[in-house]
Nanobody, 119 residues
Framework: QVQLVESGGALVQPGGSLRLSCVAS????????MGWYRQDPGKQRELVAT???????NYADSVKGRFTISRDNVKDTGYLQMNSLKPEDTAVYYC?????????????WGQGTQVTVSS
């Protein structure tokens, strides 16, 4: 059973920075695409960024140039470096591992970590 544990969420002032971490266990981390998603109460969960097993990255337009996703396949850990934070970045951030093998999709979520951007 795959387990994902996020950490690093906090209260930060606008313009500040945070780094989120996601530690994976229970499977071979490096074969999965890893992603960060976020969700505000009453809203749908939205994609923030993804990084494939080969290191290709993809970002939501709202975070391009401010956030950086990365992974350490030796430590089975993924990261989200968030700079120039804005109040609209406030949300619960979730780590995701995803892999599709033919018609079977493997999809795992962490429990989430709260990021609050406020003065």
């Amino acid at each position: 059973q795959v387990q994902l544990v996020e950490s690093g969420g906090a209260l930060v002032q606008p313009g500040g920075s945070l780094r989120l971490s996601c530690v994976a266990s229970g499977s071979i981390f490096k074969i999965y695409t890893m992603g960060w998603y976020r969700q505000d109460p009453g809203k749908q969960r939205e994609l923030v960024a993804t990084i494939t097993s080969n290191g290709f990255t993809n970002y939501a337009d709202s975070v391009k140039g401010r956030f950086t996703i990365s992974r350490d396949n030796v430590k089975d850990t993924g990261y989200l470096q968030m700079n120039s934070l804005k109040p609209e970045d406030t949300a619960v951030y979730y780590c995701n591992l995803n892999r599709r093998v033919e018609l079977v999709e493997y999809n795992y979520w962490g429990q989430g970590t709260q990021v609050t951007v406020s003065s």
